[in-house]
């Protein structure tokens, strides 16, 4: 159980133009999703926090208009890189965590490259 | 300021042999620690966890230990096996309502030699 998918795996975009990444919890349903960031040889950076139904909330330095996040139901959330630049290529990753549970379980990650 | 350190970037350890990995934690709002499991270009793998009221939690080859006082904890691989080698996360999140956004550290790549 706790199955989170990420689509795509990998994705190469042009500078302006913008990208979507899914993000769904298979086996159960996801109050609540996270988006990280990873960039080479460093931790994940937590993003921004989803509820479903709610706007997202963004740490500190993350641009909201930049970084659109939906997140429509309890297994589907969305994170739209508005006109991307090459510094916006990097690895995203979304977790999931189960109703009253502790533990976020991880999907396996997007590559992004903005050329 | 990082709230989550993971001192040893990386660790070499025998196959057969027990794999320790440390962690320490300097806020003492957190109360529910976890370790993931990562290879590259994949999202982490949840490994195991440990809630504050506890000291320890078995799970198969893998034992967390947590020393609430000195704010510490390691994770124990036994046996290690080649396929263990990856980079390993030590995750700590607060409590309260909604306080489940995890702080991670910087991981250490564990290495398992055959």
């Known amino acids: 159980g706790a199955v989170v998918s990420q689509h795509p795996s990998r994705v190469i975009c042009k500078s302006g133009t913008s990208v979507k990444i899914e993000c769904r919890s298979l086996?159960?349903?996801?109050?609540?999703m996270f988006w990280y960031r990873q960039f080479p040889k460093q931790s994940l950076m937590l993003m921004a926090t989803?509820?479903?139904?709610?706007?997202?909330?963004?740490e500190q330095g993350v641009e909201k208009d930049k970084f659109l996040i939906n997140h429509a139901s309890l297994t589907l959330s969305t994170l739209t890189v508005t006109s991307a630049h090459p510094e916006d290529s990097s690895f995203y990753i979304c977790?999931?965590?189960?109703?009253?549970?502790?533990?976020?379980?991880f999907g396996p990650g997007t590559r992004l490259l903005v050329l | 300021d990082q709230q989550v350190k993971q001192n040893s970037p990386s660790l070499s350890v025998q196959e057969g042999r027990i794999s320790i990995l440390n962690c320490d934690y300097t806020?003492?709002?957190?109360?529910?620690f976890l370790w993931y499991k990562k290879y590259p270009a994949e999202g982490p793998t949840f490994l195991i966890s440990?809630?504050?009221?506890?000291d320890k939690n078995e799970d198969g080859r893998f034992t967390v230990f947590l020393n609430k006082s000195a704010k510490h904890l390691s994770l124990h691989i036994v046996p290690s096996q080649p396929g263990d080698s990856a980079v390993y996360f030590c995750?700590?999140?607060?409590?309260?309502?909604?306080?489940?956004?995890?702080?991670f550290g910087k991981g250490t790549k564990l290495s398992v030699i055959p």
């Open positions: 989803s509820n479903e139904g709610s706007k997202a909330t963004y």
């Open positions: 440990i809630s504050s009221i506890k």
């Open positions: 995750a700590a999140s607060g409590s309260g309502a909604g306080s489940y956004q995890l702080t």
């Open positions: 086996d159960f349903q996801a109050t609540t």
């Open positions: 977790s999931a965590m189960n109703r009253g549970r502790e533990t976020q379980y």
């Open positions: 806020n003492s709002m957190f109360d529910y």
